[in-house]
């Protein structure tokens, strides 16, 4: 038997409830808890810290592009290198949106293609 599974017809048994009992909605079998298995997990999560996220976003800033990189020039300062990520923001038939940011000073633009 797998858990989570009716062990009669197979089929995906609904969520557990507080009362330990489940029936399938296939078969109306009534199952206790034991049908799914032991399932219980423990979790850890970590937030990162005010500290860790500003000297990750100087990094970042020095090091990294967001996207590909084309050669495009910015318009601000000139620079012949340009990152770019796609958008699909009007309806279907019509072009995808073109975000360009330059890879020197992180000008934006965007262009409907």
Known sequence: ????????????????????KVTCYNCCSDFDASAFGTMEANYTIHFNSYENKKSNQNKRNEEEVDGPVVQRQCPKCGNDKMSYATLQLRSADEGQTVFFTCTKCKFKMSENS
């Open 1 to 20: 038997m797998d858990p989570g599974f009716c062990p009669d017809c197979g089929s995906i048994l609904p969520v557990l409830r507080m009362i330990n």
